[in-house]
């Protein structure tokens, strides 16, 4: 949504749309990001990707490292290694709410 600024060619428009309507759309869209994300996410389950392991982002209490696919899938693994700043391959096997589980394959 956007708001009309006095001046533009838009504010001269006729046929607004309401702030209601707007933020029913807005919500929406939202929706179907989040949908469209699960699904991707769901569809690289048992795919091996290349994964840069984030620099600092291991938990120290729980071991678990953070990455980024090369497709951009958001991943986290458990592993003693240090991954700081690697790429290696990963098999990713679950879902959690805002990750996909991965396991680091073995050169």
């Given at each position: 949504p956007?708001?009309?600024?006095?001046?533009?060619?838009?504010?001269?428009?006729?046929?607004?749309?309401?702030?209601?309507?707007?933020?029913?759309?807005?919500?929406?869209?939202?929706?179907?990001?989040?949908?469209?994300?699960?699904?991707f996410?769901?569809?690289?389950?048992?795919?091996?990707?290349?994964?840069l392991?984030?620099?600092?982002?291991?938990?120290?209490?729980?071991?678990?490292?953070?990455g980024?696919?090369?497709?951009?899938?958001?991943?986290?693994?458990?592993?003693?290694?240090?991954?700081?700043?690697?790429?290696?391959?990963?098999?990713?096997?679950a879902?959690?709410?805002?990750?996909?589980?991965?396991?680091?394959?073995?050169?």
């Amino acid at each position: 949504p956007y708001s009309i600024r006095p001046g533009t060619s838009a504010a001269h428009l006729g046929d607004q749309v309401v702030d209601t309507q707007k933020r029913e759309r807005t919500g929406e869209m939202l929706e179907l990001a989040e949908t469209s994300a699960k699904a991707f996410r769901q569809g690289a389950l048992g795919q091996v990707r290349s994964v840069l392991w984030e620099p600092g982002a291991r938990n120290d209490i729980t071991g678990v490292w953070r990455g980024l696919t090369d497709n951009y899938v958001r991943v986290k693994t458990d592993s003693d290694r240090d991954l700081s700043n690697l790429i290696t391959n990963a098999r990713l096997i679950a879902l959690d709410p805002d990750w996909v589980i991965s396991e680091v394959v073995p050169l």
